[in-house]
């Protein structure tokens, strides 16, 4: 069994569909449950539910279904993020983190909200013109994580650009996330630069993770085709500037939201 964990469009999806291709692993891409209300709930610290109780009915029918098939289950969701110690409790499970370039993933977020219609921080609590203010109106929004009472940027927070609430969001995630990888063993985790990564890379992995390897050129394909991208979901170009082509201003907020860890993490 294990989990595959990453800020939001970090390529979380695209390696699920990599690694599911594999013919010994069933991978889900957000299974239902998909644990949006639970996971923000949780991670401010008002779940009024036990959290393993709600991993277990969650996801314990789904485990067994997939072992009697003779498979290893496996799923993916940003939402597992401040599940990870009761996960590691109940299950045992590997863990595989990815980790995208802080810019890329700005980029991304920035494109999502325009080109696919979404919402990216789009709630009453992130614009107070928003009509949007129960979790049931828009769970996957209402899932990401925002400044806590008393953290820095919370009382701003309505104020702040998408921008840099996207840069904001792409540092607490991460740093959330080496916080929670921290605590597991190494034998139980692996990390992945999907953008940077290469066959060898993606073969380690499914060694790691006992799957059975794909053809080196259906991985070296499916590397190439930017699964999960705007171009692939939606058919849809990119709109918002890449990195190079950021001017100071927008350098400049990102460096003040994220500069520090994404320099740490040895992005450029």
């Not at 069994?1 to 390529?11: D, H, K, L, P, V």
């Not at 049931?136 to 927070?157: A, C, H, K, M, N």
């Not at 053809?215 to 705007?230: G, P, V």
Request: net charge positive; with cysteine; aromatic share 12%.
């Amino acid at each position: 069994m294990f989990y595959i964990i990453g800020c939001a469009r970090s390529g979380t999806t695209a390696i699920a569909k990599i690694l599911g291709r594999c013919e010994n692993v069933e991978v889900g891409v957000e299974l239902l449950p998909n644990l949006c209300i639970e996971s923000r709930n949780l991670y401010q610290n008002n779940l009024k539910i036990n959290p393993k109780t709600v991993l277990t009915e969650a996801r314990n029918n789904q485990i067994q279904q997939v072992n009697n098939k003779g498979k290893i289950f496996a799923d993916k969701n940003v939402n597992y993020l401040p599940f990870i110690p009761h996960m590691s409790k109940l299950w045992n499970p590997k863990y595989l983190f990815v980790i995208r370039d802080g810019k890329d993933v700005v980029r991304s977020l920035m494109d999502w909200h325009s080109l696919s219609r979404g919402n990216i921080f789009g709630r009453k609590e992130d614009d107070i013109t928003s009509k949007v203010v129960k979790p049931e109106q828009d769970w996957w929004d209402y899932s990401r994580i925002r400044p806590l009472v008393g953290e820095t940027y919370y009382d701003e927070w309505p104020n702040l650009s998408r921008f840099e609430k996207c840069s904001w969001y792409w540092n607490k995630y991460n740093l959330e996330l080496l916080k929670q990888m921290d605590s597991i063993p190494d034998e139980k985790k692996m990390t992945i630069k999907l953008s940077s990564s290469n066959v060898d890379e993606i073969l380690e992995i499914m060694n790691f993770l006992n799957l059975k390897p794909i053809k080196i050129e259906e991985i070296n394909f499916l590397l190439k085709k930017r699964i999960n991208s705007s171009r692939d979901r939606f058919n849809i170009e990119e709109n918002f500037p890449r990195k190079l082509n950021w001017g100071n201003d927008l350098n400049l907020k990102f460096e003040k939201f994220a500069g520090k860890l994404y320099e740490e993490l040895g992005f450029n």
